[in-house]
C-alpha cells in the first residue's frame, strides 16, 4: 500500500504541474497523443495493482501477473526514452538560440522569439510527461519486486512447515486406506467386469496395435541405427565418443520402444472407451513410470557397465560399479513410488497425514542412500585393473554427501518432512540433469578431437557428397562441439532452474531478456540479433562463392575470355559481395551505421599513422585489378623477380619463378615500381641469340648461314620475318645477332637452345671457326729497359 500512496502522491502532483503547463496553450497533436496514451499506462498499472491485492494466495496468479507486468512496462521504457531523447534535443536547440535580450536591448527576430517560447513550453511539457512516466515505471517496478517477495514468502512458509511425527495417526491412515481400498476395489472389478463383457475385442485390438507399434520402432531403430551399437567386446576398442553414442542407441531405441507401447496403449484404449476418467489419471502415471525404468535400467547398465567392465563409460571398480547400479535402481524406485502414491492418494482420497508419513519413509530412504554411497571405494587406483579395491571418494565429494544425508534424516526426525522431502527430490533429479549434462559436454568434447568429426556419420557424408577437407571437418568438429556445450548448458541450467522453483514464464521472459536485451551503459546488445547477422554473413559468404563459381564456369569460361581477365572479375565480386554481406550483418545484429562515423574517424586515425603500409597494398591492389597492366598468367619481371602472375589480391601479389618458387611482391611495389610485361597486349615475343666467327669469313655469308638456320626453325614466325644484324667488330669476332619473333614468348627458352644447337651444328659443318680472345704478353728484360 505504501507503494501505492508514493504514486498516487506523484501523480496527483505531477497532474496538477501539467494543468498548470497547459492551461495558457494548446497541445500539439504528438504531445495529445502522449497524454492519451500515458494516461493508459496510469490506468493499467493500477488494475494490476489490484490484481496483486486480491490474488496475493494464488501462485499460479502471481507468476501470470509478473510477465503481464514485465510486458507492460516494456512500451513505458521505449516511450521515456523516446521523450528524454526529444528533451535533450529541445535544450540543445534553446541553447543554441540563447537567452532572451535584456531590456533594453536590440529587439531580435521575431521567428527567433517565437521558436524559444515553443521550445520552452514543449520542455516543461516533456518534464512533465517524463515525471509521470517514472513514475509509473517505478510502479510496475516495485510491483514485481513485491511478487517476487511474495513468492518466496509462500516458498519459505511451504517448505518450513513443522509437523509432529508424534501426531501422525497409523490408525486413521490404515482406516482410511482400507475403507478406500474396498470402494477402489469395487470399482476396479465393476470395471474390469464391463471390459471384459463389452469392450472385450477393443482392449485386443489396441494392445495388438500397440505392440506393433513398439515392434515398429524397435526393429526400425535396430535396423537404421544398430550400425552404432557394438558389444562389450567390440566397444572397448573404440574411442570415447563412439562408445558414447553406442551406449545413447543401445539405451534410447529400447525406451522409445516401450514408450511407443505405452502412448498408443493410453489412446486407443481411451478413443475406445475402455478408460474410465477416474483411472485414466493413474493408468498414464503407470505407464510413465515403466517407460522411465526401462530408461533408468538401460542407462545405467551401458554407464556403469556392473556386468561388462570393458565397455563401461565411467572408470569405475567392478565392485562399486555394481553397487552404485543397484543404488541407482532402488533410487528410481522409490521416486516411482512416490508418484505412484501420489495419484493413489488422489484417486483415494486419503487423508494429508498419509502423504506427510510417505514422504518422511522416503526422505530416510534417500539419506540412507546417500550415506551408503559416500562410503563406497569406487575409484580405480592408478596403474590397476578395476578388479582392485578401490580408492574412496574425494573428500569433497564425500564429506557433503554424507552431512546431505546426516541432515536429511535429522530435519524429518524433528518435524521439517516437507523440507526434507522438498531438498531430496531437488538432489535426485538436479543430479539425473547435472548427469546428462556432463556425458553430453563430454560427447561436444569428443566430437571436438581431431578427426573425430570426419570418423562421423554426417562427417563421412560430407566428403563423398561435397568433398570437405580434413582440415575443414576438424574446424566443423571445432563449432559443432562448442555449439553443443552451449546449448547443453542452456537446457541444463533451465531444468535446473525450473526444478528449484522457478516457472517456464519467468525463464522465457528472462532468457528473452538475456539475448536480446543486454545493457551496457547506455549501449543495448541482443545476441539473438548478433548471431542472424553472423548467420546472414555465412549466407552471403557462401552465396558470393557459389556465384563466383557459376560465373566463371558457365559465362567466362564458354565466353572464351582470358585467365587473367576472369581473375579480376572473380575477385572484384568476390570483395564486393563480402563487403555487402558484411553491411546486411552489422544492420542485421542491430548496430546503427550512421552511427559507425565516429568509429571510422579513429579507424582512420590509425591508418594514418600505423596502417600506412597495408592500406597502401590494399589500394594498390584495386588499381591492379581495375587498370590491369598485368593479369594472371602473365610473364612479368621486376626489380628484384621475374616469372608467372598467379594471383592478385587486395595486399600483395604471388609471382612463381622459373624455379618453382612463389615470391609474394606487395602491391605498392608494383604500382610504384617499373615492372616489364612480357605478355601485356599479346604473347608475341621476340628472341636473339648472338653469335661471333673468325675475321676469315664474309659477312655476307654469315647472315645468309643465320637466316637459312631461322627459316628451318618452325617455331619462328615468318611475319614478321627473322633478321641478323651485324653488330660490331669485335676484338677478336666479327659479331652478329639473330633475331625471330615468337608467338609465345614463353617457349623462348626452348627455341633459344634450338637455335644455338643448329648454329653450331651448321658452322662445324662449314668448317667456320668460332674464335676466342685472344691476347699477346710482351716482356722486356732490363736491358731492353735500359736501352
Known sequence: MSNFLRFFIAMLFVNFSVLT????????????????????????????????????????????????????????????????????????RLTALGDAPADGAEPEAEAITVERNKLTENSALLTVFIGKLDGVAAAGEDLIFDIGLLRRDMFTSQVFERVKIDTISFENITTAFSREFAVFKAKTFSWLSFVWQFKKQSVLISIALSILA????????????????????????LSFGSRLNSAFWSAIIPTLSVAAFGVSTYFLLLNFGVLRVDFASLFARVLQAIVLLVLVLKLASVILGPWAPRGRLLNLTDRSAKALYGLAV????????????AGVRELLNLPIQSSVLQAFVETVLFALILIITSQLRPLVPKDESSGSHGEPWPLWVRLPMLMTG???????????????AFMSSQIIVTGAILIVVYFGLLSGKAIMQENAFAESLL???????????????????LVTGIII????????????????????????????????????????????????????????????????????????????????????????????????????????????????????????????????TIVSNFVSGLIL?????????????????????????????????????????????????AVGNWTHRNSIGRVEVPIGVSYDNSPKKIMDLLLEIADENPNLLKIPEPSVEFVDFG??????????????????????????????????AEGIEIPYPHREVYLHGPEESEN
Request: proline share 1%.
Open 21 to 92: 503547463v497547459t492551461s495558457a496553450q494548446n497541445i500539439s497533436p504528438s504531445f495529445e497523443r502522449d497524454q492519451k496514451q500515458i494516461e493508459s499506462f496510469e490506468t493499467q498499472i493500477q488494475i494490476l495493482e489490484r490484481r496483486f491485492t486480491d490474488n496475493q494466495e494464488n501462485e499460479d496468479e502471481l507468476i501470470k501477473l509478473r510477465t503481464d507486468t514485465e510486458d507492460f512496462l516494456a512500451p513505458v521504457l521505449e516511450m521515456l526514452d523516446r521523450l528524454r531523447a526529444e528533451g535533450v534535443k529541445d535544450k540543445e
Open 214 to 237: 513398439g515392434m515398429a520402432i524397435f526393429f526400425g531403430g535396430y535396423r537404421y541405427f544398430g550400425q552404432f551399437i557394438h558389444n562389450e567386446s567390440t566397444r572397448a576398442e
Open 330 to 341: 532402488f533410487t528410481f524406485l522409490i521416486q516411482t513410488v512416490s508418484y505412484l502414491g
Open 406 to 420: 546426516v541432515g536429511l534424516i535429522f530435519s524429518c526426525l524433528a518435524g521439517y518432512v516437507a523440507l526434507g
Open 459 to 477: 562427417g563421412k557424408h560430407l566428403i563423398t557428397t561435397f568433398q570437405f577437407s580434413q582440415s575443414l571437418l576438424n574446424s566443423l568438429g
Open 485 to 612: 556445450n552451449i546449448l547443453l548448458f542452456g537446457l541444463g541450467l533451465s531444468f535446473v532452474l525450473l526444478q528449484w522453483g522457478y516457472r517456464p514464464q519467468e525463464l522465457i521472459t528472462g532468457g528473452l531478456d538475456l539475448f536480446t536485451r543486454i545493457q551496457i551503459g547506455g549501449i543495448t546488445i541482443s545476441i539473438v540479433n548478433i548471431g542472424i547477422g553472423l548467420i546472414l554473413f555465412a549466407i552471403g559468404y557462401f552465396a558470393t562463392r557459389r556465384f563466383q563459381q557459376w560465373l566463371d564456369r558457365n559465362i567466362l569460361s564458354r565466353g572464351k575470355v582470358e585467365l587473367g581477365v576472369r581473375n579480376s572479375v572473380r575477385k572484384v565480386i568476390g570483395y564486393f559481395g563480402i563487403a555487402v554481406a558484411a553491411m546486411i550483418a552489422v544492420s542485421a545484429a542491430g548496430f546503427d551505421l550512421s552511427s559507425l562515423a565516429l568509429v571510422a574517424g579513429a579507424l582512420s586515425l590509425g591508418i594514418g599513422f600505423g596502417l600506412q
Open 625 to 673: 585489378l581495375a587498370e590491369r597492366p598485368f593479369k594472371a598468367g602473365d610473364w612479368v619481371e621486376t626489380t628484384s623477380v621475374q616469372g608467372i602472375v598467379k594471383e592478385i589480391s587486395v595486399r600483395a601479389t604471388e609471382i612463381e619463378t622459373f624455379s618453382r618458387k612463389s615470391v609474394i611482391v606487395p602491391n605498392s611495389e608494383l604500382v610504384n615500381g
Open 731 to 764: 676484338a677478336s669476332s666479327l659479331d652478329f645477332s639473330l633475331r625471330g619473333f615468337l608467338a609465345d614468348i614463353s617457349n623462348g627458352f626452348n627455341v633459344r637452345n634450338e637455335l644455338r644447337v643448329a648454329i653450331y651444328d651448321r658452322l662445324q
